[in-house]
């Protein structure tokens, strides 16, 4: 039917083309951002599996941090037990050595206030070990948060490392070496030290090696959610690229005969001449 009044074919050329330009947009846009998904309206459900996705990734990757930060502490606690550790493994020298016959009184005073000493430093040691304000050997639980989730912890106890904690047998370490005698007793209280301290350090390094199997862990699985998301959510640039030139092609035509079907009422025209 000929009509002036609806060009029927005008319309359909410029809603062509009001789609088309909005495909086209969303190409442009998909390249220019590198991403699949800009807006709700790409892919509303895309969208919402992205995200989580999101989230999950970005909590995986807060408790690859804890954990790293979790292996510095505990690195930082077992550093100060190495000095105490061979502090004590000094004193137990100077033990042994006070037990010997051979020394006077005045000797074995020598060989006392060196002992004091060490002893002495062995608690500032436990008082001072700090990390990041905390201290560290003075007797508390740390707990790591090494999931995206709650519950998913590692916990690492560490005990009161002062020397009254270590030898708590050992009353008077002022005088614990001044006889051959005493001498021979402290020899059994260090030695106990030593084994408490030797445990410790085992288990801080169960707790690091724990804590860096699990950033290991958590890394590969942040990589690969990362991934998971980047199919649902990043451009296919060879996708896009191809839509664009269609999207190109297809307004070239569209706009083409939108002028073919705006010069169709000049046809009725013509008729009534």
Known sequence: MSAINTNVSALFA???????????????????????????????AGLAIGQSMTSQIRGLNQAVRNANDG?????????AMVEQTNMLQRMRELA??????????????????EFSELGSQIDDISTDTTWNGI??????????????????TIDVVIGDMSLTTLAASMTT??????????????????????DIINAQRATIGAGINRLTYAADN??????????????????DYATA?????????????????????????????????
């Open 96 to 113: 042994v050595q006070a037990a010997n016959g051979t020394y006077s009184s005045t000797q074995r005073s020598y060989l006392q206030t």
């Open 14 to 44: 410029q809603n062509a083309l009001k789609i088309n330009a909005r495909n086209m947009t969303t190409a442009m846009e998909q390249l220019s951002t590198g991403r699949r998904i800009n807006s709700a309206k790409d892919d509303a």
């Open 218 to 235: 958590l890394s590969n699985i942040s990589a690969n959610v990362e991934a998971s998301r980047s199919t649902v959510m990043d451009t």
């Open 71 to 79: 292996v510095n502490m505990l690195q930082t606690a077992e550093g």
């Open 241 to 273: 690229s191809t839509q664009l030139s269609k999207t190109q092609i297809v307004q070239q035509a569209a706009t083409a005969m939108l002028a073919q079907a705006n010069q169709q009422p000049q046809t009725v025209l013509a008729l009534l001449k």
């Open 135 to 152: 201290d560290l050997l003075t007797s508390a639980t740390f707990s790591f948060q090494v999931g995206q989730s709650s519950g998913q």
């Open 173 to 194: 370490p002022s005088s614990a070496i001044s006889s051959a005698t005493s001498a021979q007793t402290t020899l059994g209280y260090l030695d106990s030290a030593l």
